[in-house]
């Protein structure tokens, strides 16, 4: 295991004064602002060892400044960042011992893989002979045993991806941190990809801070996911936690919910323009968000439940996703098995699954 | 406004240090000399005396010098683009054997020294000419042999810096334009011209500038006839020694120099913005159509005969019918005319030019690197605009500024062989930063901050990152600070010692004296010192990847 060799390049470890709670990463109220505008508002977030935690949100949420924040390229307007503890307020960052892996890799155009794998390694003077075991080690781990010659320039976006990854896990950072790491590639590479990138990160006990935008990414690789919006957290959580229970309509809508509307909720049911749906039994009362995914839309014989025109439908390959205009109220997204599905244009009824319905905060 | 970034003063303390230097460099060699001449010219019994300005525009030879001087170069510039497009069009968008031959051929000119330039095209239309015994017609007394030869000297200006940006565009916005409509004409006159005519603007301007402070070839060709500010300011200063008419010409021609410079600068800034560029290798195709193989045909025959023919006969004169004998002649101390053997000037050259280089290199290296960050601010605009001066400020000036300048301790360096480097570093230190500063700007920020992150000091992570990318532009910038300096004659002139003079210096003493003996040796070190230029120039043109650049 790589990480059970001490590098000579990780900086010290703390000795005195950890923090109480026990985190490798925690960030204090940071503020960023771009001219008048906010790219980070008071952010506070914790990431304990050997944890990984995504940051998800939408382009220009403030997502990859967080990241340059704590790898000290972006320096603070306000708030704290601290490492194992310590306040690393005037800490260059090549002094902070984190690695950053960047959305389009930036690998050194003039060095070839073996190069730029070694590269930390030789800015913290590792001898030329741990520098060479060390490379071919991670060329091993990503997958590219004996690259170490060929040129990046050669190389696909997937190599350059793993490429990217060796050379920032080289000098064993105390944190890896990921911006987009897979937002260059195709799907189908992606989804493998995020597979080997969790298990190699639990077989590392890396921690890892990443972002994306997309959820799909972030549920697969993530211990914790935290929902960014503009600049703030908007919710934290396991992928579970935050899939079955967005914090808000803005959470929802971004993971890809389009069953919300306001509500009034009391005694177990709720008013929507769709009617009155069934909630559970513990959810908060008043007038709020509320959630209906798709599975909970069940499709019944017309002339049941609410009366529904299906205007579109799409395969989604283990689904149908069909969507419903009723009358005098808000478009319905419905999921069901492919035989179930009407045709365009048909008239359908629709009733809801009150297991399947979230009450938003 | 907001407030000032965190760490503003630590992170422009080190780029306020790296302009120190050039800073003290210009304020010494550059802004001392020329305010002294000034101040010399201007000031008499203790006080300014501004009335002189009115004096000598007041005069009716120095309005002709000012009217012509302004002429010559709108006609040049209107010639040399009139001459030139075609050129850049053939070789932004044809693919043809013979390429490469071609655009080096067309750059050489541009790295000629003007002395060289001014013997050729005396050896072709002039008094004896190749023209003179062919048909008997001779130019040399005509404004036809200035501007011919300002064309030779300025036509890859244009190729290189419209050609440049023509061959990097995306030929599809034209096709996208066809697409929705537009006839190919006007596809190309609404995309593609408003594209090209910053580049062009900036490349006329160059060439303006260029051919308004003309010393060289004026000198050369001019006569008694033609004289341009420059060559009047030599005039004045060396044969009349009226000192405040030649002050009062530098400083008009100091403010022409000014504006002309202010404009290229926001032209160029123009040419920044957002373009969509591609390789240049994908825009490039095989000319289809005679209309199109006629105008490769054309501008073949344009550079042979613009281009080639004047450097051939300079050659061939240079050979006449006496063989090698003027060539032997140079190493020969015989003539009045220096106290050496005119053969000496091409190791003093040498050595000037690698001293110069050296200087150059440093001060407009420096210089580039503080001015690589894009989010300037008006200081290091100002700082950029500063560095182009000694493009067009008088040499002459700037030469006998030195003199009367650094004469006394402890800059007392009147005795010192180290001036005549000093001069022309000054002229080297423009053409370094133009080279430098857009390889520098194409660095991306990330390479630096992933070298950073990864352990890096910042020091550490310019010499990883930058320095492997720049380096090949380094050696082009000293490359052209070399050239430059070979050919430098307007401030040489003045400081090179009679036993020590420069190829260029020599070159023109050789013309300036009677006889065929002397006009033979002029023509042989003119070749020598052409071929000297060219093999820098083909040396360049290998290591030469990107064609972005300006020159």
Known sequence: ?361 | MSPRRPGWWRRNAARLGLMAVPAVFFAVFFAYPVAAIVARGLKADGGWQPGRIADVLAQSDIRQVLWFTTWQALVSTALTLVIALPGAYALARFDFPGKQVLRAVITVPFVLPTVVVGTAFMALVGRGGLLDEMWGVRLDTTVWAILLAHVFFNYAVVVRTVGGLWAQLDPRQEEAARMLGASRLTAWRTVTLPALAPAVAAAALMVFLFTFTSFGVVQILGGPTFSTLEVEIYRQTADVFDLSTAAVLTLIQFAAVGAILALHAWTVRRRETALRLVDASVTARRPRGAGQWALLGGVVATVAVLLLLPLAVLVQRSFGDAGLAYYRALTEADGGVFLVAPIEAVGNSLRYAVAATAIAVVIGGLAAVALTRRDAGRLVRGFDALLMLPLGVSAVTVGFGFLIALDEPPLDLRASWILVPLAQALVGVPFVVRTMLPVLRAVDVRLREAASVLGASPWRAWREVDLPLVRRALLIAAGFAFAVSLGEFGATVFIARPDNPTLPVAVARLLGRPGDLNYGQAMALSTLLMIVCAVALLVLERLRTDRTGEF
């Open chain 1, 1 to 361: 295991m790589p990480t059970d060799s001490p590098m000579p390049v990780s900086s010290p470890t703390p000795a005195d004064s950890p923090t109480p709670t026990g985190s490798l990463l925690r960030i204090e109220a940071a503020t960023v602002r771009f001219g008048g505008r906010a790219a980070l508002d008071a952010v506070g977030l914790d990431v304990a060892e050997h944890e990984i935690v995504c940051v998800l949100g939408p382009s220009g949420s403030g997502k990859s400044t967080l990241l340059r924040a704590v790898a000290g390229l972006q320096p603070l307007h306000a708030g704290r960042v601290l490492l194992d503890g310590r306040d690393q307020a005037g800490v260059p960052a090549h002094k902070r011992g984190v690695g950053l892996m960047f959305q389009d890799h930036q690998l050194f155009p003039q060095r070839d893989v073996g190069g730029n794998v070694a590269f930390g390694l030789r800015m913290h003077g590792a001898p030329r002979a741990e520098q060479t075991r060390r490379v071919a080690e991670l060329l091993d781990l990503v997958g590219l045993p004996g690259a170490s010659g060929r040129a990046v320039a050669a190389l696909s976006g997937g190599e350059q991806q793993r490429v990217a990854l060796a050379r920032a896990l080289a000098p064993s950072p105390r944190l890896l941190m990921l911006d987009e790491p897979l937002g260059q590639l195709d799907r189908s590479l992606r989804e493998r990809l995020v597979v080997e990138l969790r298990e190699l990160f639990g077989r590392l006990g890396t921690t890892v801070l990443a972002v994306t935008h997309d959820q799909g990414e972030a549920f697969a690789l993530a211990d914790r996911v935290v929902v960014m919006r503009d600049g703030r957290i908007a919710q934290s959580g396991t992928p579970l936690e935050v899939w079955q229970r967005p914090a808000d309509a803005f959470v929802a809508r971004f993971l890809g919910f389009e069953n919300v509307v306001e509500a009034s909720v009391a005694d177990g049911v709720a008013v929507t323009p769709w009617g009155k749906v069934p909630v559970p039994p513990d959810a908060p009362e008043g007038t709020r968000p509320l959630l209906v995914r798709p599975a909970g839309v069940r499709l019944v014989p017309a002339g049941e439940g609410l009366r529904c025109t299906v205007t579109a439908r799409t395969f989604r390959g283990t689904h149908v996703a069909v969507r419903l205009q009723p009358e005098n109220a808000p478009v319905l997204e419905a999921a069901c098995a492919l035989r179930d599905a009407p045709d365009v244009g048909d008239v359908t009824g629709v009733e809801f699954d009150g297991a399947e319905i979230t009450v938003l905060g």
